[in-house]
């Protein structure tokens, strides 16, 4: 086994983190629904490159349990589902938006600025590998946050449940080298629950609506 | 002396000589990936002799700025090249400019470029000129940015320093997430300073939508053949920049004969492995709207925005 010095492999985790950051701000200027589901795909081999490197890194075997599910639920299962979903809906880009792209990316510049600034004077405090992944991590469940408030579809604000989602499971990663084999095997199965379960209440919004723009939701319809 | 005056010849005659190699690179991996065998990689090569030979043809209504122009955008364009290290970390011409220079000299030729669309008064060329303008004033202010997160973890605006620091890793807080943001938004300006395909497309000059080649639609012979020829000098600017500045490793550190054989053929590896990239990038993505061009060119601005300030709030 060869070994890699703990600074290098910090910075390949920061690497890998700041990849996953990369994604976010393609998601947020990501107008087509099908390539949203297909940039949260990517951003969730990332993730799972994260794990498997922090993993490699710690001796800890059970990220790498970790690292495995994401890529087989993340990236595989749950972007089939939306790709279905986006497919029975008929509508392929989201044109109208709560706040529109530009606007959105200054919005995000500034959570992540927010959450660099706030994560700073705890980072020093520990001696772990992933320096700057927790504040990346903060920054990616304010992205994720912000997504679900700025688009209309209910599949974008979707993507942006999951990659809200994928920012507490770095978050996890990189502030405690992972949480207990049972309690990731539970978050994994919610995931997976939820993404089934807000596939199949989209048709029904979509049946009922003839729209899954969630705005329309505030009328009352007989 | 000596050494320092056979070194900028080299890059001069580099410059020259690869930049039509790495617009045939582009043509032939479109080609590739369209199901066509598409041109010899040396076509470009042959295009431009032909059109050196051909008769200039300018219409009457045109200024001196329309016969000078292509000399301008030639000149500049190749200066600009020699600011930046290639295959020797060194450049001799290092004290006469930083990357700030480097970023003017470009924008001087694209500030031509927009007077020749103008000069002809052809509605196309004015169309064209507007959009260039649109889309130079959008990618500046992330150019200078991206650059300038570089320049501060390298503690330096000169190109040659900040090569030679990264490529020997002396002296440098290497963090990862600022330089990845950085070069993230220096690809997306290069490939809407250059035309490529997200903001505007070279293979056409049939299109309502073009830019470049709208501005550029009055030249003929040996005018177009400089025009097209500083086009691909700027292309390869970006790329070598792109190479040398956030992946400098192999280039030549000093200047003995093996090292500077090495810095060469690993240049020559780099910039053509990014031609290809931009290629596959061209056969994947359709062009933008024009009106989404400054969305695009937003994502760039805040990765840019991002770089600089992660620098200050993880080292301040």
Known sequence: ?222 | MLQSLALVVAQVILFLVVSPFIVGVIRKVKARLQCRRGASLFQPYADLAKLFRKQPVVSTTTSWIFTATPYILFASTLAAGLLVPAFASQMPLNFAGNIIALVYLLALGTFFLILVGLDAGSAFGGMGSSREAIVASLTEPAMIMSIFAIALTAGSTNLSTIVHKTALLEGIVTDPSPHLMALAALFIVALAETGRVPVDNPATHLELTMIHEAMVLEYSGRYLALVEWAAGMKLLVFLTLIANVFAPWGIATSLTPAAIGIGLAVYLVKVSGLAVLIGVIESMFAKLRLFRVSEFLGVAFILALLALVFFYILRG
């Open chain 1, 1 to 222: 086994m060869f070994q890699i010095s703990p600074q290098l492999g910090s910075q390949l985790v920061d690497l890998c983190a700041a990849l996953l950051l990369l994604t976010c701000f393609a998601i947020v200027a990501q107008r087509r629904l099908s390539a949203c589901v297909d940039l949260f795909a990517l951003q969730s081999v990332f993730l799972a490159a994260t794990a498997a490197l922090v993993a490699f890194l710690t001796g800890i075997h059970h990220i790498y349990v970790a690292a495995a599910l994401t890529v087989v639920i993340k990236a595989v299962v749950l972007p089939r589902i939306l790709k279905k979903v986006i497919e029975r809906l008929n509508v392929s880009r989201e044109l109208q938006m709560n706040i529109n792209v530009p606007a959105g990316l200054l919005v995000c510049g500034t959570l992540v600025i927010l959450a660099f600034y706030i994560t700073q004077p705890i980072i020093p405090l520990g001696f772990l590998l992933t320096r700057d992944s927790l504040a990346i991590a903060l920054a990616i469940i304010l992205i994720g946050f912000f997504t679900m408030i700025a688009r209309k579809k209910a599949v974008t604000q979707v993507v942006g449940f999951l990659v809200m989602e994928n920012g507490l499971f770095l978050g996890a990663t990189a502030a405690a080298y992972g949480m207990p084999l049972i309690v990731e095997l539970g978050v994994f199965f919610d995931v997976l629950v939820a993404g089934l379960i807000i596939g199949i209440y989209t048709h029904r919004i979509q049946d009922a609506f003839d729209s899954v723009d969630t705005s329309k939701l505030t009328v009352l319809k007989e």
